[in-house]
């Protein structure tokens, strides 16, 4: 016999031993149900502490800055404007930006109040 017809030989009894072992085979399962409710709850743990609770604290801090404000206070808006309160209504607010220079903002757009002398240090 040749050597290509040898390795052929060897190649097809390989196949089939390996065929017919696998037939009686048992078939590894996948996860069971206790186990991808496990995983689903540990996803949503992981969801909560590191997205839903920070954000969720961030909004409660900046909702008793937005309902703390009061005439003669200095913030800084978010587009970076830094200005002293003049005025102060359920909605809007006045800042005084610069002497005779009053804008009018939303509440909602307060980012930070600063201590009070800040500005004149500016």
């Keep these: 016999m040749k050597f290509t017809a040898k390795i052929?030989?060897?190649?097809?009894?390989?196949?089939?031993?390996v065929a017919s072992h696998a037939e009686g085979a048992v078939q590894p399962?996948?996860?069971?149900?206790?186990m991808q409710l496990v995983f689903f709850g540990g996803f949503?743990?992981?969801?909560?502490?590191?997205?839903?609770?920070p954000q969720s604290k961030r909004a409660k801090e900046h909702k008793s800055l937005v309902s703390g404000l009061s005439k003669g206070?200095?913030?800084?808006?978010?587009?970076?404007?830094?200005?002293?309160i003049s005025k102060v209504s359920e909605?809007?607010?006045?800042v005084e930006i610069a002497e005779g220079v009053e804008i009018k903002i939303q509440k909602v757009a307060i980012s930070t109040a600063l201590p009070k002398g800040t500005l004149k240090s500016i």
């Design 8 to 17: 052929g030989l060897f190649l097809a009894f390989c196949l089939f031993t």
């Design 29 to 34: 399962e996948g996860p069971g149900a206790l």
């Design 44 to 53: 949503i743990l992981i969801f909560y502490f590191l997205m839903w609770r």
């Design 73 to 84: 206070d200095e913030v800084i808006t978010t587009g970076g404007i830094a200005g002293k």
């Design 91 to 94: 909605d809007f607010i006045r």
